[in-house]
């Protein structure tokens, strides 16, 4: 397989010695030797007494050479503990556009090195490794230097959970950020995403949050159609 390269614009075309050429509009060419494309899923802990707009789930990018293109992104909760009264609960997702240092207590790191997340073994370890990006266990995440956020968010989940003793299931809430519909969003050096409580939880329930991501990291020039 050849690959070409445009010297000044650095768009690539990947040439088949045995068909034509192959030419890709979207999504952008990833290139395993510099970059990859990854998933991961996570979860929370038992989630109780969070205040409204707790920060659980920050990433960040810290590449001068690459951005971090989001795909998609799941928001999906359950009630664990009902609350003593009906409570409604919501997460959303903001972009941040400026992240110096990811939060450093109350959770715990995001482990993508060496092979996790990857969805090709010869594509490079994922740029977020083991500090860039940070998960809440059972209360909000602290520390980092987040200095500017969007002030609406792209992606949100929204619910309820019943009263103490209700006879009603409590059925898991998802929703979902979809690049096929919207076009991805695209994360350059020292931007990033939040994930925050929406409405302060009581101190007698539980909730789980469960976050399902998929990404791509491709050089700048392998993006100039972005």
């Given at each position: 397989?050849?690959?070409l390269?445009?010297?000044?614009?650095g768009?690539k075309?990947?040439?088949?010695a045995?068909?034509?050429a192959?030419?890709?509009?979207l999504?952008?060419?990833?290139d395993d030797?510099?970059?990859?494309?990854y998933?991961?899923?996570g979860?929370t802990?038992?989630l109780?007494?969070v205040a409204?707009d707790g920060?659980?789930?920050a990433l960040r990018?810290?590449?001068?050479?690459?951005?971090?293109?989001?795909d998609f992104?799941r928001?999906?909760f359950?009630?664990?503990v009902?609350?003593?009264?009906?409570?409604?609960?919501?997460?959303?997702a903001?972009?941040?556009?400026?992240?110096t240092?990811?939060p450093?207590?109350?959770?715990?790191?995001?482990?993508?090195?060496?092979n996790k997340?990857k969805?090709?073994?010869?594509q490079?370890a994922?740029?977020l490794?083991?500090?860039g990006?940070y998960l809440?266990?059972?209360?909000v995440i602290?520390g980092?230097?987040?200095?500017t956020e969007?002030?609406?968010?792209?992606?949100?989940v929204?619910?309820h959970?019943?009263d103490?003793?209700?006879?009603?299931q409590n059925?898991?809430v998802?929703s979902?950020?979809?690049?096929?519909?919207s076009?991805p969003?695209v994360l350059?050096?020292?931007?990033?995403?939040?994930?925050r409580?929406?409405v302060a939880?009581?101190a007698?329930?539980?909730?789980q949050l469960?976050?399902e991501?998929a990404?791509r990291?491709?050089?700048?020039a392998?993006?100039?159609?972005?």
């Amino acid at each position: 397989m050849a690959t070409l390269k445009d010297a000044t614009t650095g768009n690539k075309q990947r040439v088949d010695a045995n068909v034509a050429a192959r030419v890709s509009i979207l999504p952008p060419f990833v290139d395993d030797a510099s970059g990859g494309r990854y998933r991961w899923i996570g979860r929370t802990g038992l989630l109780t007494g969070v205040a409204a707009d707790g920060l659980l789930f920050a990433l960040r990018n810290n590449s001068t050479t690459k951005l971090i293109v989001l795909d998609f992104l799941r928001l999906a909760f359950v009630v664990d503990v009902d609350f003593t009264t009906r409570q409604r609960v919501q997460f959303y997702a903001r972009v941040l556009r400026a992240i110096t240092v990811v939060p450093t207590a109350g959770g715990g790191a995001v482990d993508l090195t060496l092979n996790k997340g990857k969805t090709r073994t010869s594509q490079q370890a994922s740029l977020l490794a083991l500090t860039g990006a940070y998960l809440a266990t059972t209360a909000v995440i602290t520390g980092g230097t987040l200095t500017t956020e969007d002030p609406d968010p792209f992606a949100l989940v929204h619910g309820h959970a019943p009263d103490a003793g209700a006879t009603i299931q409590n059925l898991p809430v998802a929703s979902d950020f979809d690049a096929r519909k919207s076009g991805p969003q695209v994360l350059v050096q020292n931007e990033g995403i939040a994930i925050r409580n929406g409405v302060a939880l009581g101190a007698a329930g539980t909730v789980q949050l469960a976050i399902e991501i998929a990404w791509r990291e491709i050089t700048i020039a392998d993006a100039a159609g972005l």
